[in-house]
């Protein structure tokens, strides 16, 4: 694993942040810093996205899930707490599923499981709308269904950068994993994930809304629910510091370190 493809903040038990399609780890700054005091925190680039080397084949959700297990091992961490966006909260409880041993404690923040049909399809048309057209020519739909009204008027520089992380994602890596997101769903296996879970959503986030992310959270055998109001899909984002809050008081109500 190359030191330029991760980076560590803070002093205290370890966690590894996970971000999600088209993203860099640089999403999760705002919720490190303020974390950092409390952890050491690790967030790394996805295969493709950041500095990482663009895959020579098409990732899968094991492949994923070895890249992650591959960045334990370089680090020499025995077991670490795991928090996840969107494509990220598939990747950490897939790891925790495959390695119990290795995982603390997850946080699964704004994914989706229990997906009904016309969920899937309404995911599909849009990958598909992005395959007939291009990533480029889409990137208004994707960003209106990530970020709020309100935080895209207050925010316009959040928005563009938010966009050239995607714009600076290989088109085919994108597409690639956001199959992967599209493709996978947890519903068979959550109830065997041993490991405790923070479970947190925006009220209005479209795709990983509030109804599925109760049952995510019911079909774990310990978890706890947090909706927050007034945000859509890109939490990390508009409300960081709410995202932390919600993991320290889920770590410390566990009585684990931090």
């Not at 925790?96 to 923040?109: F, Q, T, W």
């Not at 714009?167 to 996978?184: C, H, K, Q, R």
């Not at 409300?239 to 889920?250: C, I, S």
Request: hydrophobic content about 45%; glycine content about 8%.
């Amino acid at each position: 694993m190359a030191p330029e493809r991760y980076s560590i903040t803070g002093n205290g038990p370890d966690l590894i942040l996970i971000h999600g399609i088209g993203a860099t780890r640089q999403v999760w700054d705002g919720v490190i810093g303020r974390l950092a005091p409390h952890f050491r925190c690790i967030a790394y680039d996805l295969p493709g996205h950041g500095v990482s080397e663009i895959p020579a084949r098409p990732l899968s959700l094991d492949d994923l899930v070895a890249d992650l297990a591959a960045l334990q091992e370089h680090l020499g961490i025995a077991s670490v707490h795991l928090a996840g966006h969107s494509l990220g909260g598939m990747i950490g409880p897939a790891y925790a599923l495959r390695y119990p041993e290795r995982v603390r404690s997850l946080g699964l923040i704004s994914t989706a499981a229990f997906r009904s049909d016309e969920d899937r399809a309404k995911v599909r048309a849009v990958i598909d709308g992005m395959r007939a057209r291009s990533v480029a020519a889409d990137l208004g739909v994707l960003t209106a269904r990530w970020f709020t009204d309100a935080f895209a008027l207050r925010h316009p520089e959040v928005i563009a950068q938010r966009r050239q992380q995607v714009l600076d994602t290989d088109p085919e890596v994108f597409l690639n994993v956001f199959d992967i997101y599209a493709g996978t769903e947890m519903a068979p296996w959550l109830n065997r994930v041993s490991a405790p879970a923070l479970v947190l959503t925006g009220a209005e986030d479209g795709g990983c809304n509030p109804h599925l992310n109760r049952q995510i959270a019911a079909a774990l055998p310990d978890a706890r629910l947090c909706i927050v109001p007034q945000v859509k899909h890109a939490i990390l984002l508009e409300a960081p510091e709410r995202v932390a809050e919600e993991l320290l008081t889920f770590w410390r109500d566990r009585q684990m370190d931090g």
